[in-house]
């Protein structure tokens, strides 16, 4: 039996490193994937992903929507400019504002709500157009963790969403500004609220909480929401994209593989 058992052991060892040679070949093919996609030089570039115009309750026409910078290059002054026409495509009015986050890392996304002061132009809006412009700049450094946060409805309508921030950076974070994005069931950008953390300044290694809260007229619309901060030195700490989740996974399950298969090597051999 034991030359039997000797050549299962050796055919355990040969899938094993099949196995685990597939997957290294898989994970060098994403990585040099990534090598022949990535320009050879540095390009700033922000999208608008979605967008939606409204009249509020008091009479001032909102643009709300989202951007992202798809470059790869930081940057800031992130400016949305909105041109309004009335229905015979009549330019009636024009404005701008810039984006909740000041410094958008690459791959970030930041929120924006353009409004309208005059209410009598605002009456006459029936669609407008969009354009963005931005600067490149230094990225901040990661420095900032959201714990936790969940969402109510308060007794008179209107959603909070309370949680709590920390520093976990060496030195002292001054204003940070959390930023929630709500939006609708097809994932369009419905509107945007931001509140300060309390204290709005945060030592290391200390937390603090904070409440963003929307009015009521704008909570039905409101199916999910995504949240982000920075402060005047850090940037909050990014979610995985999802080339890293699939490369994590692999790399997760090759080692998966190895100890199964050693496993089965210190099984006995009947």
Do not use: C
């Not at 922000?46 to 009479?59: A, K, P, Q």
């Not at 029936?126 to 990661?142: R, W």
């Not at 929630?180 to 300044?201: L, R």
């Not at 100890?259 to 210190?266: E, H, Q, V």
């Amino acid at each position: 039996m034991l030359y039997f058992d000797n050549l299962k052991e050796e055919s355990v060892k040969m899938k094993t490193s099949k196995s685990v040679f597939a997957i290294l070949l898989l994970l060098g093919a994403l990585f040099a994937s990534i090598g022949l996609i990535s320009p050879v030089k540095a390009v700033a570039d922000v999208d608008i992903l979605s967008h939606t115009g409204y009249l509020d309750s008091l009479g001032f026409y909102h643009v709300v929507g989202e951007v992202q910078n798809v470059g790869d290059q930081a940057v800031n002054y992130v400016k949305i400019t909105a041109t309004f026409y009335d229905s015979s495509h009549v330019v009636i009015a024009t404005d701008f504002t810039f984006t909740g986050l000041y410094v958008l890392p690459v791959g970030r996304k930041s929120p924006f709500d353009l409004f309208l002061f005059d209410t009598t132009q605002s009456a006459k809006v029936d669609h407008y157009s969009l354009s963005v412009t931005f600067s490149t700049t230094t990225p901040l450094t990661i420095g900032l963790e959201i714990l936790s946060n969940s969402s109510y409805i308060d007794g008179i309508g209107w959603m909070h969403i309370v949680g709590e921030i920390k520093n976990i950076g060496g030195v002292m974070a001054t204003y940070v500004k959390i930023i929630a994005t709500y939006y609708n069931g097809t994932g369009g950008v419905v509107d945007t609220e931001f509140t300060f953390s309390d204290p709005s300044d945060i030592d290391p290694d200390q937390t603090a909480p904070f409440d963003i809260t929307l009015s009521s007229e704008r909570v039905p619309y409101v199916n999910s929401y995504e949240l982000t901060a920075e402060s005047t030195q850090y940037a909050i700490i990014p979610e995985f994209s999802t080339l890293t989740s699939m490369l994590l996974i692999l790399i997760m399950l090759a080692v998966a593989i190895v100890i199964y298969k050693r496993r089965l090597l210190k099984t006995p051999m009947h």
